[in-house]
C-alpha cells in the first residue's frame, strides 16, 4: 500500500465518517477502493452482533465507510445497513455503486453509467421488481406504488443536478478519474479496470452488421470496377495503372465490427443516463424478462440490478450508480465487469465533490483533525496520498461555514 501521509494522532474518529459506499462484489469493491484518496485501518473494532467487514477511508471533506456484501440481494443488504448504521450511525447518505444489465431499447450502452433519479409515475428513481407476490399466470403483483422506493433525498438530487450541470457546460466525465488512476502512485489496477480496449459490445455488433454488409459489397465492386477499367487501359493505350487504390473498407477496419477502437486510446465516451433503475434478488438473464420488465415500468427502465438497493432504500437517503457490464440477457459474462464498475466508481467520486457536509459533519472533522478529540478514538491509516490537498475551516461556535459551489 501507498505511504501514510498524516500523523497518527490527527487521523479521524469513528463518528465522523458520514457517507457509506455500499458494493456487492470484488471488482467493485476494488474499483471503490481505487478511487478513495486515502484508506484508513481496515482493522476497525466492532460489536459481536456486526458481521460486516468495514473499509475506511476519505474523498475530502468525506470520511467514508466502504461495505462490500457478502452476498447479492436485497435481504443481506438489509441486514448489512442495520449492523452499519448501529456501529456508525453518523452515516448520512449511501452511494449503491455496482454493476448492473442495462436496457437497451432505452439507449444504455455497455460501460455506460446509470443513476437513479426520480421520474414521472410516481417513482422514486428506485423500483423493487420482484416486491410483490405471484398471481396466477406466473406473473408479480407489485406493492406500494409498483415497488417504487423512497427518493434519494433532495441534498442528494441537488448534487446529481450539479454534476450533471457540470458535464454539460464543460464536456468533462468519468474518464477524468480514470486517467488519474492510471498515473496514481502506489497502485498496479489492472488496464481491464480503466480500459475497455477490445470488448466487444453485441448491442453496436448488431446495429452496424447490415452497414458493414454494404461496405464490404461497395468494396468488392469498386475493386471489380477499377480492374476492368485498368484492362481496357492497357488494351487501349497500352499501359497501365499503377498504384490506384481505394480505400472503401478503411471506415470498416477503423470501426472495427462492434469492438471498441483504439482511436482513444481504449477509452470511450462514459454516458451517463438518469432515470430509473428496476432492484431485485435475482439476476436477470432473458432479453424477454428484460423487456416485459421495462414495459411492466411504462417504458422508463434504465437498468435491473440484484446487488440489493431495495434493502437499503427506504433506511437512508440513497442514491444507486450503476456500471452498465450486460444487458440482462442470456449474453451476460464478466467481460465489462471491471471496467463498468470502475466507471461507477468514478461517477460516485465525482458526485460526493458536489456533496456538501452538514456544519456539524464539517465541525466533527475539523474538531477531530486539530486534535480535540479523545485519542482513544482514532484509528490508524495505511492509505494512499490524498490526489488533492483540504483544509478545514475553523468554525466559532454559532458560526456556519461559508459554502460555494465548486
Known amino acids: 500500500m501507498p505511504r501514510s501521509t498524516e500523523p497518527k494522532e490527527n487521523l479521524p474518529p469513528l463518528h465522523t465518517y458520514t457517507i457509506a459506499y455500499i458494493t456487492s462484489l470484488p471488482k467493485e469493491q476494488t474499483a471503490m477502493l481505487a478511487t478513495l484518496d486515502t484508506i484508513h485501518n481496515q482493522h476497525t473494532p466492532t460489536p459481536a452482533s456486526d458481521k460486516n467487514t468495514y473499509t475506511l477511508g476519505s474523498i475530502p471533506p468525506h470520511n467514508i465507510v466502504l461495505v462490500c456484501l457478502p452476498t447479492m440481494g ?3 443488504a438489509a441486514s448489512a445497513m442495520t449492523s452499519l448504521l448501529h456501529t456508525f450511525p453518523s452515516i448520512r447518505f449511501v452511494l449503491l455503486v455496482g454493476v448492473a444489465g442495462g436496457v437497451p431499447s432505452n439507449g444504455v450502452r455497455l460501460g455506460d453509467v446509470v443513476v437513479s433519479v426520480p421520474v414521472s409515475g410516481g417513482y422514486g428513481g428506485v423500483v423493487g421488481w420482484d416486491m410483490g407476490k405471484l398471481v396466477a399466470g406466473g406473473k408479480i403483483a407489485m406493492q406500494h406504488a409498483g415497488g417504487s422506493l423512497n427518493r434519494p433525498g433532495s441534498k442528494l438530487l441537488g448534487a446529481v443536478n450539479r454534476l450533471r450541470s457540470e458535464y454539460e457546460l464543460y464536456g468533462v466525465g468519468v474518464g477524468r478519474v480514470l ?10 489496477l489492472g488496464r481491464e479496470f480503466t480500459r475497455c480496449e477490445g470488448l466487444r459490445d453485441p448491442v453496436d455488433f448488431g446495429d452496424r452488421d447490415g452497414e458493414e454488409r454494404r461496405w464490404w459489397l461497395w468494396g468488392v465492386l469498386g475493386r471489380m470496377v477499377w ?11 497500352g499501359f497501365g495503372l499503377r498504384g490506384v487504390k481505394i480505400g472503401v473498407e478503411a471506415g470498416r477496419k477503423e470501426r472495427a465490427r462492434g469492438v471498441i477502437g483504439e482511436e482513444k486510446k481504449g477509452r470511450k465516451q462514459v454516458n451517463v443516463h438518469y432515470g430509473l433503475v428496476a432492484s431485485g434478488n435475482w439476476a436477470v438473464r432473458d432479453a424477454k424478462a428484460r423487456d416485459a420488465l421495462n414495459k411492466r415500468f411504462d417504458g422508463q ?8 438497493a431495495a434493502g437499503v432504500m427506504n433506511e437512508i437517503p440513497s442514491i444507486v450508480i450503476c456500471g452498465i457490464s450486460d444487458y440482462a440477457d442470456a449474453s451476460a459474462n464478466e467481460d465489462w465487469q471491471a471496467y463498468a464498475a470502475t466507471v461507477a466508481a468514478a461517477y460516485a467520486k465525482e458526485l460526493l465533490m458536489f456533496l456538501h457536509p452538514c456544519v456539524d459533519d464539517m465541525e466533527m472533522l475539523c474538531r477531530s483533525r486539530a486534535g480535540v478529540e479523545n485519542g482513544k478514538e482514532y484509528i490508524g491509516q495505511i492509505g494512499s496520498a490524498p490526489s488533492r490537498d483540504h483544509k478545514c475551516p475553523v468554525f466559532s461556535q454559532g458560526t456556519p461555514p461559508q459554502y460555494s459551489l465548486q
Open 179 to 188: 486517467r488519474d488512476l492510471e498515473v496514481r502512485g502506489g497502485l498496479s
Open 301 to 308: 427502465l434504465l437498468c435491473i440490478e440484484n446487488g440489493g
Open 74 to 76: 436485497t435481504t443481506s
Open 227 to 237: 480492374r476492368l477499367i485498368g484492362a481496357v487501359m492497357v488494351g487501349v493505350f
